[in-house]
Nanobody, 123 residues
């Protein structure tokens, strides 16, 4: 069981940037970011392999967001640039703690979740 804590959310204007962090207590393998906008379901945003050698993004953020990790600090980051109002959501960090994940994009593949951090982008 891994405990995750997200931070770095806030209120920004469209076109600006934010960097989210997710600190993990415990061993993590693949890690990902999901988000849930008001009135919508939780959707996949980005994921990174446990070595950091492979990344996956949803089409709406590709080219704007960058996921990275520092295994020495057991932390994953999401750098969000050129933000849009459509990026407004609660962002959740997720982790695979047993190296059993089959698909980065499927929410149910992750067994550990953070509490979420609010990101609001004004137009």
């Amino acid at each position: 069981q891994v405990q995750l804590e997200e931070s770095g959310g806030g209120l920004v204007q469209a076109g600006s940037s934010l960097r989210l962090s997710c600190a993990a207590a415990g061993r993590t393998y693949a890690m990902g970011w999901f988000r849930q906008a008001p009135g919508k379901g939780r959707e996949f945003v980005a994921a990174i392999s446990w070595t950091g050698g492979s990344t996956v993004y949803t089409d709406s953020v590709k080219g704007r967001f960058t996921i990275s990790r520092d295994n020495a600090k057991n932390t994953v980051y999401l750098q969000m640039n050129s933000m849009k109002p459509e990026d407004t959501a609660v962002y959740y960090c997720a982790a695979d703690s047993s190296r059993t994940i089959a698909s980065y994009r499927i929410q149910g593949e992750y067994d550990c979740w953070g509490q979420g951090t609010q990101v609001t982008v004004s137009s």
